[in-house]
């Protein structure tokens, strides 16, 4: 059986023998033998025990854990679940990494799209990026609903228009119309604006919202703060 003295074991682990010798001081990798001049020797078992703990401080497990675990008389078991358990944590890590990532993409993306920008302005497209998922998420609920009306509307003035049908299109216009005040309640309920002049966020009412002319990301209001009319940049804002 290979006997290892502390060097080549801290080597075969990618330690420092330094770090070998503090987990013997502290319990968990006691050498199998000495030699006959006093020399550590570590046995194969050690050399696996040594990975197991190499690889539970990988894991950010603490050391007092980790002689906790060893002294268990399953640690297979115990191991297992801690792993799953890291594993969880650092998910969810990396999920909020990707999160941040994300908006500062977004930001450094808005910033190359501005002439000059000042504090005001990164402070819009702050609140732009503030909840975005949601209001794309909107969107597309409009977007998904509204093919089905739109389709049924062609279908009905092409049967008029060749067959000379005209109740269907009767029919889809009593449909529409409650269809389309329910859909832009909603829609108007969870969106605000942002006045480009002087950065107000503000609510305009539904009337002004529907007739106004727009962009996919944008509509022309007036500005309740300053009075300023021109196209304000959409957001999402708590239903009122």
Excluded at 149 to 174: A, E, M, Y
């Amino acid at each position: 059986m290979s006997k290892y003295t502390t060097g080549e074991i801290a080597k075969l682990c990618g330690v420092t023998v330094r770090t070998v010798q503090y987990y013997d001081t502290r319990g968990i990798l006691i050498p199998s033998e000495l030699s006959e001049g006093g020399r550590r020797l570590y046995s194969e078992d050690n050399l696996k025990r040594l990975k197991l703990i190499c690889f539970l401080r990988e894991m950010d497990i603490p050391i007092d854990a980790i002689s906790q675990i060893l002294n268990e008389e399953h640690p297979e078991k115990v191991v297992s679940l801690l792993v799953e358990q890291q594993e969880s944590v650092f998910l969810d890590e990396i999920s909020e990494k990707q999160e941040k990532l994300e908006k500062l993409r977004e930001l450094k993306k808005e910033l190359k799209n501005k002439a000059a920008f000042s504090l005001e302005s990164i402070g819009d497209i702050a609140e732009i990026m503030k909840n975005k998922k949601k209001l794309k998420k909107l969107r597309l609920m409009l977007l998904l609903t509204g093919i089905p009306v739109t389709v049924l509307q062609w279908f009905s003035i092409i049967l008029w228009i060749i067959k000379g049908i005209w109740w269907p299109f009767v029919v889809w216009v009593v449909a529409a119309v409650p269809w389309g005040i329910l859909v832009s309640r909603k829609y108007f309920r969870h969106v605000e604006y942002i006045c480009p002049e002087c950065h107000k966020v503000f609510k305009p009412s539904m009337k002004e919202a529907f007739w106004a002319k727009h962009t996919p990301t944008a509509r022309k209001l007036t500005c309740p703060e300053c009075g300023h009319k021109g196209y304000c940049v959409e957001i999402w804002g708590d239903a009122k």
